[in-house]
């Protein structure tokens, strides 16, 4: 028999991951907290979009509301994918908890670095961890998700499965097999360096969009915001690399090159720059980062788990993280409805 797959959070990433999963025969249930999104897959199944014409299609789900999600003592779960916002990743550990096989665990599929939460729940050994990079997928009306840039392919790795200890086992093996027909992926053996490097890079997109109101394309495409995101993540980066991490390129760049660029270096600044806007050929205009999509939405963001656990960290490590504490500050306030999502938001910055 085939694994019991749950995805807790059937949202942008948690639904677009799980209906590739249901297509390609693996056996899932898609849990969300959303009524109408979870009547709507079950209804007409999910739609996913896509920049190809083979990313585009509709397939049959099973669906689950929170509310019953009691039943599952009927079909213990193997693997379960918690997607959620991080800021409600214990409580959707805790509940899926409940219900995992003897031998069952539990994936961060997740912003952030949540794996210890999670093992505060399940403990160490039942934790595995899943970046996915820039995969720029959104839940933009019930039952559709779009993904808004192009596939990773071989020229970039979107899913990095790794264990909190490092080393290569048959269950991260069985992951990263199981994912493919969603997009490329490995085994990593660097998960803390891969999570640190992801948080960089939403570090740099994330709050500017939140901020702004803007795009990716747009906020890359301008000079004021582009400068901006690059501090950002040369921050992000000089935290990461003082706390030990072993940090993978980004967009192509290596860290030193982008944290150089943060720090003023004329040479590298335009290197960098050019690349973000070489990168806005690959993603169409209707992209936002996910930050973004919650400030539209009128959602809580997760902005205390990324630009603030930048600048928290960065105390820890003595590191200053000026840029990183301002924009959490500003997206606060948008988020709290203080701003209006403007650009001269951080014009100050």
């Known amino acids: 028999m085939g694994k019991k797959i749950a995805v807790v959070g059937a949202g942008a990433l948690g639904g677009h991951v799980g209906a590739y ?65 991080s800021y409600d990743t214990v409580w959707a550990t805790t509940m899926i908890a409940q219900y995992l096989a003897p031998g069952g665990f539990v994936v961060s599929l997740q912003n952030s670095i949540n794996e210890e939460r999670i093992a505060g729940v399940v403990g160490w050994g039942k934790t595995v961890g899943c970046i996915a990079s820039m995969i720029a997928v959104e839940l933009f009306e019930p039952g559709c998700i ?96 003082a706390l030990g991490y072993d940090l993978e390129n980004m967009y192509g760049m290596t860290p030193d090159k982008i944290s150089a660029a943060g720090g003023g270096d004329a040479a590298a600044l335009e290197e960098v720059e050019n690349t973000l806007l070489e990168n806005t050929r690959f993603r169409n205009d209707e992209q936002r980062p996910s930050m973004g999509q919650d400030i539209q939405k009128g959602r809580r963001t997760e902005i205390d788990f990324i630009n603030g656990l930048v600048a928290e960290k960065g105390k820890e490590a003595g590191i200053p993280t000026p840029a990183n504490e301002a924009i959490a500050e500003v997206v606060r306030k948008v988020e709290r409805g203080e701003l209006a999502p403007d650009p001269a938001n951080v014009a100050h910055i």
């Open 21 to 85: 999963l249901t297509r390609s025969g693996e056996d899932v249930i898609l849990i969300d907290p959303w009524p109408e999104h979870v009547e709507k897959m079950r209804g007409h199944g999910l739609e996913l979009l896509g920049l190809t014409e083979e990313e585009n299609f509709t397939t049959p789900v099973r669906a689950m509301h929170l509310t019953e999600v009691q039943n599952l003592t009927k079909e213990p779960i193997d693997i379960a994918f918690v997607a959620t916002k």
């Open 146 to 241: 779009q993904r808004n840039v192009s596939k990773g392919g071989e020229q970039h790795i979107v899913f990095r499965v790794g264990e909190v200890h490092g080393r290569k086992t048959e269950r991260v093996a069985e992951i990263a097999e199981m994912l493919k027909p969603v997009d490329s992926s490995k085994v990593t053996e660097n998960l803390w360096g891969e999570r640190w490097t992801k948080l960089c890079i939403n570090a740099m997109r994330n709050s500017v969009s939140a901020s702004t109101g803007q795009g990716g394309n747009q906020n890359d495409r301008d000079e004021v915001t582009r400068r901006l995101a690059i501090r950002l993540a040369g921050e992000a980066i000089d935290v990461g690399l």
